[in-house]
């Protein structure tokens, strides 16, 4: 696996009577929780990392065999 350049997401935390909720409103699924602000930031982090992960495998499974052309995508800020 190749290192990637840093990427910004969007770290959404809501306050709920047990600690916090928390998304990433980029990337659909990447969610957890944690009793602290602190917690669930460090929850959302490898989250983030094991969605970005099993999509990575998912898609290498279900293109295996194909004659596919992969390159590093690097998008400026909107």
Do not use: H
Request: contains cysteine.
């Amino acid at each position: 696996m190749q290192r990637m350049g840093k990427v910004t997401f969007t770290a959404v935390y809501q306050k709920v009577p047990e600690g916090y909720i928390a998304f990433v409103e980029e990337l659909p699924g990447t969610n957890t929780q944690g009793e602290t602000l602190d917690e669930a930031r460090a929850n959302l982090e490898e989250a983030v990392s094991m969605v970005l992960e099993a999509n990575r495998c998912l898609s290498e499974e279900s293109l295996e065999g194909a004659n596919v052309t992969r390159e590093s995508l690097i998008l400026s800020a909107a």
